[in-house]
């Protein structure tokens, strides 16, 4: 490799956040959402309705007003409460089910992108990695999941190829420029497809203070029957 071939990328400032990356929200979230925000303009209407109409009440009338409406507030902010932690325990229970239905597949690539880097993810975790998160989405400036290695920041790239659609090198460079751009030291690539020659030869270039690990189908296949997981490329 020449080095006049060789691009460095300089930093970029982040605009968005430490992996704080916007998601689209769900349908079922703005629901709930919309639900909260109905019952507190509720409450909002009644007080400037009634409050006005106090002043011309006696006070001890007034005062049992006050504190019937205190009650019937304590009771709607108790159903609020009890109603934000049921759906909380239903959400954290579908994501539990979810993800043990994606780390019973069989064939890797029956997963779709997203669920793909959730199934890298477990396998992080299995592996002793920590922080791991998955930032990856509509703007995720080539960061896929987020994880710390023995104190070093890692940064993961995920691609569900088909078998016959491979990574090249500028994948790798890409990659490279953002664990510079992140200030990481190690990069890992995994795909279920395979990797060019190309590729392997920036993979393996020696950069001072950069690491990239590349993982292909065969070596992810591997990966996971290390860790019981039946999953296959095939």
């Not at 709930?32 to 309705?49: H, T």
């Not at 104190?151 to 016959?164: A, F, H, M, S, T």
């Amino acid at each position: 490799i020449r080095v006049s071939q060789v691009r460095i990328l300089p930093p970029q400032p982040d605009n968005i956040g430490l992996f704080n990356y916007p998601q689209k929200m769900s349908k079922k979230r703005r629901r709930e959402k919309n639900q909260f925000s109905c019952l507190a303009l509720l409450v909002i209407c009644f007080s400037c309705l009634v409050c006005p109409a106090l002043s011309k009440i006696k006070p001890e009338v007034v005062i049992g007003i006050i504190f019937l409406f205190a009650v019937l507030a304590s009771v709607a902010i108790a159903a609020l409460v009890v109603l934000y932690l049921v759906q909380k325990r239903q959400r954290a229970e579908r994501e539990k089910s979810r993800l043990e239905r994606i780390s019973l597949v069989n064939n890797i690539l029956n997963l779709d992108p997203y669920e793909f880097e959730d199934y890298v993810g477990m396998l992080l975790k299995r592996s002793g990695y920590e922080n791991v998160k998955r930032v990856g989405g509509s703007g995720d400036q080539g960061i896929d999941i987020t994880a710390c290695r023995n104190g070093e920041n890692v940064i993961v790239q995920c691609k569900r190829y088909d078998l016959g659609k491979k990574i090249g090198p500028k994948d790798i460079r890409d990659l490279r420029g953002t664990m510079y751009r992140e200030g990481a030291k190690i990069g890992l690539f995994v795909t279920t497809s395979d990797f060019t020659q190309g590729a392997i030869r920036d993979a393996r270039t020696e950069t001072p203070g950069q690491k990239i690990i590349l993982v292909n189908g065969n070596r992810l296949a591997k990966w996971a029957k290390r860790f019981g997981l039946p999953g296959q490329v095939k």
